[in-house]
């Protein structure tokens, strides 16, 4: 069992940068994809970020060019950070991972944390 728990939200104004972190409380195999997903107000969930089994990393969509993510292994931990942030990143933002592959669909996911919430003001 994989507990995971996001930190780092927060708000900041247009333009800003956040970190976003998810301590995992076991060990996660090298086996598992970590994620991060975004949940819009109606509640639907959309991948942003992911790390692969192999180490390597994919941005999604408009976070390109401006979302980093990194895994520490180490510390059992899943950053995500955001730079040049725009209203538009307003959302609860949730940790996630699965065996294997990193899909984009959420419900292919086994493991979630709580979200936290990301609030940029313009």
């Known amino acids: 069992q994989i507990q995971l728990a996001e930190s780092g939200g927060g708000s900041v104004q247009a333009g800003g940068s956040l970190t976003l972190s998810c301590v995992a409380s076991g060990v996660v195999p090298d086996t598992y994809c970590m994620a991060w997903f975004r949940q819009f107000p109606g509640g639907k969930r959309e991948r942003v970020a992911a790390?692969?089994?192999?180490?390597?990393?994919n941005i999604d969509g408009s976070g390109r060019g401006r979302f980093i993510i990194s895994k520490d292994t180490a510390r059992n931990t899943l950053h995500l950070t955001m730079n040049n942030l725009s209203p538009a990143d307003t959302d609860v933002y949730f940790c996630a991972a699965r065996r294997w592959t990193c899909p984009r669909v959420p419900s292919t996911y086994t493991y979630w944390g709580q979200g936290t919430q990301v609030t940029v003001s313009s």
């Open positions: 790390v692969d089994t192999e180490g390597a990393s």
